[in-house]
Structures are given as C-alpha cells and as structure tokens.
C-alpha cells in the first residue's frame, strides 16, 4: 500500500493490525434450509499490514461441502 491508500484505509489497516497474528479463522455458511449456520476452521496464510487490501483469500478443495454451501447462499461470517 502506497502513503495515500494508507491513509484512506484506517479500518483495513486496524483489520490488519487486529488479524496478523492469528492464524486460524472461523468461516460459516447459511446452507439453505439449515437451521443454523455451518462453521469451520480455515488457515490464514498471513497478513502484511504494508500490503493488506482487505482481502482475505482461503483455498479449499473444489468439493468442498462449503463450495456448495456458498453457490447457494454466498453471505458467509468469518471471525477471527
């Protein structure tokens, strides 16, 4: 992030800030006819609060049951 992205960027940055040191987030799904949400652990590659945008990426397998969960419902909660 350049000095003027910074800047404009206070919230990311706190996230960031907040973020780079834990390692494992909780992601959940609203399957769709489920009763409650559907939560696991996903694994943060890393946080650079020099470079961090806001987005956080994970990988999983394609045949993820999430996968399917998301396709049909994409609003997700991640906490950290």
Do not use: C
């Not at 800030?17 to 399957?31: C, G, N, S």
């Not at 990426?57 to 991640?78: C, G, H, K, Y």
């Amino acid at each position: 992030m350049n000095t003027a992205t910074t800047s404009l960027m206070p919230d990311v940055l706190k996230l960031a800030e907040l973020i780079r040191d834990v390692r494992v987030a909780m992601l959940a799904t609203f399957p769709s006819g489920a009763k409650h949400p559907h939560a696991r652990p996903m694994y943060t590659q890393g946080v650079d609060p020099n470079t961090f945008d806001g987005t956080i990426w994970f990988m999983t397998s394609q045949d993820a049951e999430m996968v399917r969960e998301i396709e049909q419902n994409p609003s997700v909660l991640l906490t950290y």
